[in-house]
């Protein structure tokens, strides 16, 4: 396993093997790789014949009052991790070769970037789209790996892609999960043993939406209060969104057609917490 440190020698390793028509597949991550990371991996190698990660904290997706210097940092972990899983090469940049002084470039994505997420977030779409950008350029990748757990930047980078004509093709792979529910992120390690207790209650919260869609509910309004009343009782957690939205455009619903996603963040203690869920509507006769 190779690790690759420079954005020129990235290049040109890429460049090289699509020369021997070597198809690649791309996993983007942070680092402080998990089983759902290991997920994406597998699924890159499976399907493509070398795959790259790269292990990047991009500083521009992390708005001034966030945890930029405490996010956990475990390369060595990380390259253990992925040699383990058969990767061909860990892309690690540096901040200053990915951003080096006088970058002034960025990329936006402004009708998915501006709500949820991106309320909450002011620049953080705008950091995820312009490191996306760069590390596809880069990689070029035949295809990408990005997990559900995050669906408003999986659906971010899906439309930049298409817009920008893009390499490395997104696919999303389904949220791994602890047995009683909780996403995996490389996040819940911050939370104490009663948050961790805690915090399933956004998966029963998104459970408990699907369960009335799959009574026959069909009123937006009225799946969210489902979902917030569940929220409600556990007083750890406090509620940033949950949303009954359109898969694609993440507009909310009032009424239910076909395919729905329920998004939902909440706080428990210092730990913001996403997941979501996609619904097909089978139609009520
Ligand atoms: O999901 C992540 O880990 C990051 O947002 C990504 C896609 C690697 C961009 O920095």
Redesign the pocket.
């Given at each position: 396993m190779k690790i690759i440190r420079t954005t020129s020698a990235m290049a040109d390793w890429s460049r090289c093997l699509h020369r021997e028509g070597v198809t690649i597949g791309f996993v983007?991550?942070?680092g402080a790789l998990h089983e759902g990371h290991r997920a994406l991996i597998r699924a890159a190698r499976l399907a493509c014949d070398a795959v790259v990660v790269?292990i990047?904290v991009?500083p521009t997706?992390f708005g001034p009052s966030e945890d930029l210097t405490k996010y956990p940092r475990q390369l060595r972990l990380d390259q253990a991790l992925c040699r383990r899983e058969g990767v061909d090469v860990i892309f690690a940049p540096t901040v200053e070769t990915m951003y080096p002084a006088g970058a002034q470039t960025v990329v936006t994505v402004p009708r998915i970037a501006c709500r949820w997420e991106g309320h909450a977030r002011p620049h953080h779409f705008q950091g995820?789209a312009t490191?996306?950008t760069k590390l596809l350029s880069l990689v070029q990748p035949d295809k990408t790996w990005?997990?559900q757990k995050?669906y408003q930047?999986a659906a971010l980078v899906q439309q930049l892609v298409k817009d920008l004509n893009l390499p490395g093709h997104p696919i999303v792979h389904p949220t791994v999960r602890e047995s009683d529910g909780l996403a995996l992120s490389s996040r819940n390690i911050y939370l104490s043993r009663s948050e961790r207790q805690a915090a399933p209650v956004l998966y029963r919260a998104l459970q408990a939406g699907a369960g009335a869609i799959r009574a026959g509910e069909r009123n937006g309004p009225r799946i969210q209060r489902h979902m917030a009343r569940v929220a409600a009782a556990e007083p750890l957690a406090s509620v940033d969104y949950l949303a009954v939205c359109d898969p694609t455009t993440l507009d909310p619903l009032s009424t239910l057609h076909r395919r729905a996603v329920l998004l939902g963040a909440l706080r428990i203690g210092k730990v913001r917490l996403l997941d979501n869920l996609l619904i097909s509507v089978r139609r009520t006769t």
């Amino acid at each position: 396993m190779k690790i690759i440190r420079t954005t020129s020698a990235m290049a040109d390793w890429s460049r090289c093997l699509h020369r021997e028509g070597v198809t690649i597949g791309f996993v983007p991550t942070m680092g402080a790789l998990h089983e759902g990371h290991r997920a994406l991996i597998r699924a890159a190698r499976l399907a493509c014949d070398a795959v790259v990660v790269s292990i990047f904290v991009n500083p521009t997706q992390f708005g001034p009052s966030e945890d930029l210097t405490k996010y956990p940092r475990q390369l060595r972990l990380d390259q253990a991790l992925c040699r383990r899983e058969g990767v061909d090469v860990i892309f690690a940049p540096t901040v200053e070769t990915m951003y080096p002084a006088g970058a002034q470039t960025v990329v936006t994505v402004p009708r998915i970037a501006c709500r949820w997420e991106g309320h909450a977030r002011p620049h953080h779409f705008q950091g995820v789209a312009t490191v996306v950008t760069k590390l596809l350029s880069l990689v070029q990748p035949d295809k990408t790996w990005f997990g559900q757990k995050d669906y408003q930047q999986a659906a971010l980078v899906q439309q930049l892609v298409k817009d920008l004509n893009l390499p490395g093709h997104p696919i999303v792979h389904p949220t791994v999960r602890e047995s009683d529910g909780l996403a995996l992120s490389s996040r819940n390690i911050y939370l104490s043993r009663s948050e961790r207790q805690a915090a399933p209650v956004l998966y029963r919260a998104l459970q408990a939406g699907a369960g009335a869609i799959r009574a026959g509910e069909r009123n937006g309004p009225r799946i969210q209060r489902h979902m917030a009343r569940v929220a409600a009782a556990e007083p750890l957690a406090s509620v940033d969104y949950l949303a009954v939205c359109d898969p694609t455009t993440l507009d909310p619903l009032s009424t239910l057609h076909r395919r729905a996603v329920l998004l939902g963040a909440l706080r428990i203690g210092k730990v913001r917490l996403l997941d979501n869920l996609l619904i097909s509507v089978r139609r009520t006769t």
